[in-house]
């Protein structure tokens, strides 16, 4: 499985980015995909989750600010970022899960992206 992120950049409180996740070499039916971020000197935390029923989850910090989505076909997770504030600052990852059940905690991912730097200046 191999995931790549793009879209990272940086950009002014209160703008907004939109990162994309290209997911490919998997064969799973029920999998689940999501975003997570680490700041610097901080664990990484989960962002927001797209579950195997196309639910979604997201983090109190980033509730009605950020929306997860994913395509038709399914092998491209997309996470829109508005109203960006500095402590959104973080390398964010994409990651994902051959599960029927809805994985929060980063342990219990096996495949990762790379990352994608997001930095926002006040």
């Known amino acids: 499985v191999q995931l790549a992120e793009s879209g990272g950049g940086s950009v002014q409180s209160g703008g907004s980015l939109r990162l994309s996740c290209a997911a490919s070499g998997y064969t799973y039916r029920n999998f689940v995909m999501g975003w997570f971020r680490q700041a610097p000197g901080k664990e990484r935390e989960e962002v927001a989750i797209?579950?195997?029923?196309?639910?979604?989850h997201y983090a109190d910090s980033v509730q009605g600010r950020f929306t997860i989505s994913q395509d038709n076909a399914k092998n491209t997770l997309t996470l829109q970022m508005n109203s960006l504030e500095p402590e959104d600052t973080a390398m964010y990852y994409c990651a994902l899960e051959e599960t029927l059940i809805n994985p929060r905690s980063p342990d219990e991912y096996t495949y990762w992206g790379q990352g994608t730097q997001v930095t926002v200046s006040s």
């Open positions: 797209r579950d195997s029923d196309g639910s979604t």
